[in-house]
């Protein structure tokens, strides 16, 4: 599986936006899915996690109730709404794979990484 994200951009704190990544190969539905972030001079950090077939999901404390995970199995894609967008949001996300939802937050089990997407929120 390729992993392809996009939608990063800058936006005014309080505003919105839309990460998409869009996956290669057959295999997407085998995986849970996650999104992950790393601000500068920081380790990545689990963001969102959503089950194979979208059941599940799981979110980080400090974006719960304005991140929404979802999938789109169809079309082999990814997404991460973000809402009310904080400064402390900004880094740069990548979404990944892997091949079990107990392990949605542990970045060492994942398979597959997309390359990133920087969103920044100014102040």
């Known amino acids: 599986v390729q992993l392809q994200a996009s939608g990063g951009g800058l936006v005014h704190a309080g505003g919105s936006l839309r990460l998409s990544c869009a996956a290669s190969g057959s295999s997407f539905s085998s995986y849970s899915m996650g999104w992950w972030r790393q601000a500068p001079g920081q380790d990545r950090k689990f963001v969102a996690g959503i089950s194979e077939f979208g059941e599940l999901t799981i979110y980080s404390d400090s974006v719960d109730g304005r991140f929404f995970v979802s999938r789109d199995n169809a079309n082999a894609t990814l997404y991460l709404q973000m809402n009310s967008l904080k400064p402390e949001d900004t880094a740069v996300y990548y979404c990944?794979?892997?091949?079990?939802?107990?392990?949605?937050?542990?970045?060492?089990?994942?398979?597959?990484w997309g390359q990133g997407t920087l969103v920044t929120v100014s102040s």
């Open positions: 990944g794979a892997v091949p079990l939802w107990r392990f949605v937050k542990v970045g060492s089990k994942y398979r597959y």
